[in-house]
């Protein structure tokens, strides 16, 4: 069994518009642990199942476009059946499909015995998306480019609420509605990348900022869901990625369960979630 943990961007400005039509980001990646989890077979053809509706099980599924890229790479012409157990919500955020594609590439590596050097692995896993590479180390990274560039850092532990409006947003529509006023320098994400490095959970929650907040249509409720999260005692909030997902930062794991807790009602979906120091691929013993 491989687990494969999500991500929140702790910080995300837009600093412009790069000739090759990508928008040229500075964001702060965080790994936590909501993961999926996902079970590899020897087969002969390369199959999927998932758990979860929504989650495409053809050939656009990101967990088997990894699998058939890393076949055509290694040249090893054997399939794998991938069971999906999908936790992370979907089109969220929180980089589950990007996730599972780093997961199927670590799994895969293994169970085909493949001893490629990480930075190998990691040429391949930007073709599929710009933060699959991440999820390799997970921690903390600063991302910089069209976010394919990592630094890692180090911060402290935190304990966050995630919340999520049971909406799927569409990552390229909010790219799309960019505008030159979203645009800013990358001081928030130094600042931020301050507040990790001092160590303390309250100057990081003063920092969470995401630039992508004015992209989303008005029908998703980005503005309440932070102002809920805050008026529950969270020390700061933010969205993640493109969206939907908001997340709040919790005095303590407990605070974060007493927030999930209330926040959960029949509209919204909740999680109480710690972040990672580590990787955010891990595969079990015995797989
Ligand atoms: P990101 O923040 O990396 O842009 P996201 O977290 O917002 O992405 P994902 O859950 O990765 O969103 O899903 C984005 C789209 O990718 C979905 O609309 C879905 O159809 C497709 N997709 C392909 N493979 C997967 C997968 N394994 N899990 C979830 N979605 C997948």
Same mark, same amino acid.
């Given at each position: ?29 965080? =790994?936590?642990?909501?993961? &999926? +989890? ?5 087969? &002969? ?15 656009? *599924? ?6 058939? #890229? ?10 794998? +059946? ?27 590596? $293994? ?9 190998? %692995? ?14 390799? +180390? ?19 532990? %935190?304990?966050?609420?995630?919340? *999520? ?11 799309? +509605? ?14 931020? /990348? ?8 309250? $100057? ?5 900022? *995401?630039? %992508? ?16 999260? %805050? ?38 979906? /909740?999680? =109480? ?10 595969? #079990?013993?015995? =797989?």
């Amino acid at each position: 069994m491989v687990s494969a943990a999500a991500k929140v961007n702790l910080a995300l400005e837009i600093l412009g518009k790069r000739v090759d039509g990508y928008h040229e980001i500075t964001t702060v990646l965080q =790994a936590v642990d909501l993961a &999926d +989890r996902l079970v590899l077979e020897d087969a &002969d053809v390369l199959e999927l199942r998932a758990s979860a509706p929504g989650v495409p099980t053809d050939g656009s *599924n990101l967990a088997l476009r990894a699998a058939r #890229a890393l076949g055509e790479a290694s040249g090893v012409a054997r399939g794998v +059946r991938i069971t999906l157990d999908k936790r992370i919500p979907v089109a969220a955020g929180l980089g589950g499909g990007s996730a599972d594609a780093a997961a199927v590439l670590v799994g895969l590596s $293994r169970l085909w015995g493949l001893r490629w050097p990480v930075a190998r %692995l990691a040429d391949l896993a930007v073709s599929l998306g710009m933060d699959v590479p991440f999820f390799f +180390r997970g921690g903390a990274a600063l991302a910089t480019g069209r976010g394919e560039r990592l630094e890692p850092l180090r911060g402290p532990a %935190l304990a966050l609420v995630l919340v *999520n409006p049971r909406l799927p947003a569409s990552t390229a529509e909010a790219y799309g +509605r960019v505008t030159a006023e979203m645009y800013s320098d990358g001081g928030r994400t130094r600042a931020l /990348c301050a507040a990790l490095r001092s160590r303390r959970p309250l $100057r990081v929650a003063a920092a969470v900022w *995401n630039a %992508l907040e004015p992209a989303l249509e008005p029908g998703y409720p980005i503005t309440r869901m932070k102002a809920a999260l %805050l008026a529950q005692g969270a020390l700061g909030a933010a969205m993640s990625g493109s969206g939907p997902t908001v997340f709040g930062v919790a005095r303590s794991f407990d605070h974060a369960r007493q927030i999930r807790t209330r926040l959960t009602r029949g509209s919204w979906a /909740c999680w =109480a979630v710690r972040t990672l120091g580590g990787p955010a691929i891990r595969v #079990a013993a015995g =797989a």
